[in-house]
């Protein structure tokens, strides 16, 4: 189970090259407070301690039980889209590094894929880096490329024992060569799993996006001599990075910004969204069945489906 970190503490710490490399402790625990387990909040993100994957979905509380118990497993959204922001605000607020929020960033996004992936939800896509993050300064930058191949190398195995199948969104060409290799080696690893689609948005664009698909478009056109061809918006949404899958019907934002962000613009064009403004990194899976429950009740307003429920097992 992962272990969420408490708000009611504040730590000291500074920022080394050791720290970036993420080879340092760079926070000093207040000794008394932190002697007792579950209260260290880089537990988990350390590399040495890393919260286990939870192994089912159990519900570990009486919220979550609840929550659960309340969905209707006929009515979950096909696609679900999130926005993951605030996990620099999530440190700020504890007087960490931002990469210390981007560390506990991993361990929600671990815990809504799992979640996803077990409530049989057929596609998630996670926003992870988009084209504007390239202003950050190069250290952060640097960082967010090393978390996501420890990511890719430490949960495959996850992935693949949730028959998840990876893919990835963006323009790949403009990403370190490493982190391409990586990419490739997890989507290759993962091709011949017919479980949840997982689609990460790297180096993604919205408006990108488009410009691309319009220009495969134009080359199919120039190359075949179709002078008279046009396009509709079946022919658009195939040649969009997300080809293949179903439209989101959910998009969810944390940390309260009324934005889209350029993600996904044409596909998200009949979704439901949901902000919070709980910060990724606090954003657990009780909260997630409450986004869920908060779709399934806009959808019974809107949508004149019929009112029968199916319970969800776990
Ligand atoms: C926004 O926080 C988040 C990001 C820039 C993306 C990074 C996401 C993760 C590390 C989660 C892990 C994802 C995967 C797929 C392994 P922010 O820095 O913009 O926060 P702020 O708005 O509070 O500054």
Redesign the pocket.
């Known amino acids: 189970m992962e272990i969420r970190h408490s708000h009611a503490y504040q730590f000291s710490g500074k920022v080394t090259p050791s720290v970036l490399r993420g080879v340092m402790l760079y926070v000093n625990f207040p000794t008394l407070k932190c002697g007792r387990i579950g209260l260290n909040p880089l537990r988990g993100m350390l590399r040495n301690n890393r919260v286990k994957a939870p192994d089912s979905l159990k519900p570990s509380g009486g919220e979550e039980e609840r929550l659960l118990a309340e969905l209707d497993a006929n009515r979950l959204p096909q696609h679900i889209a999130v926005i993951?922001?605030?996990?620099?605000?999530?440190a700020?607020r504890r007087h960490l590094p931002?990469i210390a929020?981007?560390?506990a960033?991993?361990l929600?996004?671990r815990t809504v894929i799992e979640t996803c992936a077990r409530l049989k939800i057929p596609a998630l896509t996670?926003?992870?880096?988009?084209m504007e993050?390239w202003r950050r300064p190069k250290a952060e930058i640097d960082f967010?490329m090393r978390?996501?191949r420890e990511?890719l190398r430490k949960e495959l195995p996850v992935i693949h024992r949730n028959n998840i199948r990876l893919l990835v969104i963006g323009r790949p060409d403009q990403l370190p060569a490493a982190v391409r290799a990586d990419v490739v080696r997890a989507m290759e690893q993962t091709a011949e799993n017919s479980g949840m689609k997982l689609a990460?948005a790297l180096n993604y664009g919205g408006r990108a996006e488009l410009v691309d698909a319009f220009n495969r478009i134009l080359d199919r056109v120039r190359n075949n001599g179709l002078a008279n061809a046009r396009v509709d918006e079946e022919t658009i949404s195939q040649y969009l990075y997300t080809a293949g899958l179903p439209d989101p019907d959910l998009l969810i934002r944390t940390?309260g910004e009324m934005r889209v962000s350029n993600f996904l613009l044409w596909q998200i064009a009949y979704a439901e969204i949901y902000v919070t403004e709980t910060?990724?990194p606090d954003f657990t899976r009780a909260q997630l069945y409450e986004a869920l429950l908060d779709f399934q009740k806009r959808e019974r307003r809107y949508g004149g489906l019929a009112e029968t429920r199916q319970r969800v097992t776990v």
């Open positions: 993951m922001d605030g996990n620099g605000r999530w700020q931002r929020g981007h560390r960033g991993v929600s996004a996670l926003y992870a880096f988009s993050n967010l978390l996501l990511y990460v940390s910060l990724w």
